[in-house]
């Protein structure tokens, strides 16, 4: 969907896809939007050279860019079909939501903080992405008027699964979401069903906390 930028890029690019195999990451689909993204744009120009080692870095507000692994993985967990209907919390930069419409029908995407939301939407629209909408607002209530959602993805560490949320998902529908204290988390997925969900834990994350009405108080 997006152009290659600069001679060095793509081959980093293509080198971070090859870790990323060998870290397990088995789903294609997932591989190939991430090959898709040129993530140096995702982050401060001071940090581009750094855009393919895998580890976080700071986009600025407290808040910071998920490691590419950990993007692949909650990416892989949410089974994202290429008819889906996304929900993110927590856009950021707008590098998940990125992936997420390289292999969703559409991806609404939901920001706390305005100079990060207003980044991101220009980012994502200037890389043609016209199947992604992103709001401000509080992302712990989800997004209710677009509601129901196919798979929802938390960008940001909740204390526990948001009712909110799960009751926004479709029958069959994935949670992704980090759940734990303010810095020791682990990554949990959530299948909603007919009569109720189904859990399961899939290791440990450090993620910056959700902040909100049913998350972390703000001032903490």
């Known amino acids: 969907m997006v152009p290659e930028v600069g001679g060095a890029v793509p081959v980093r690019r293509r080198v971070l896809i090859e870790y990323l195999r060998e870290l397990g990451i088995e789903d294609e689909r997932v591989l190939t939007a991430m090959a898709a993204v040129p993530r140096e744009l995702f982050v401060p120009a001071a940090f581009r050279h750094q855009a ?15 490691q590419p692994s950990v993007v692949a993985r909650v990416s892989a967990l949410a089974q994202v079909g290429e ?12 590098y998940q939501a990125a992936i997420l419409a390289e292999l969703a029908r559409f991806v609404f995407t939901v920001e706390r903080l305005p100079r990060l939301a ?25 997004w209710r008027a677009q509601a129901p959602f196919d798979a929802i993805i938390v960008s940001a560490a909740a204390p526990a699964v948001p009712g909110t949320l799960l009751e926004q998902l479709n029958v069959g529908g994935r949670l ?19 009569d109720g969900s189904e859990e399961s834990r899939h ?13 972390f108080q703000e001032n903490r």
């Open 203 to 215: 290791g440990p994350a450090t993620f910056v906390p959700l902040v909100g009405l049913n998350g």
């Open 83 to 94: 008819r889906d209907r996304v929900l993110e919390i927590g856009t950021g930069s707008g």
């Open 176 to 194: 992704v979401i980090p759940i734990g204290e303010l810095r020791r988390q682990e990554l949990v997925k959530v299948v909603r069903l007919a």
């Open 118 to 142: 207003e980044g991101a939407r220009t980012r994502l629209a200037e890389l043609g992405y016209r199947n992604v909408s992103v709001q401000v607002m509080d992302g712990t209530l989800g």
């Open 52 to 66: 393919y080692e895998d580890y976080p870095l700071e986009i600025g507000d407290g808040q910071t860019i998920s």
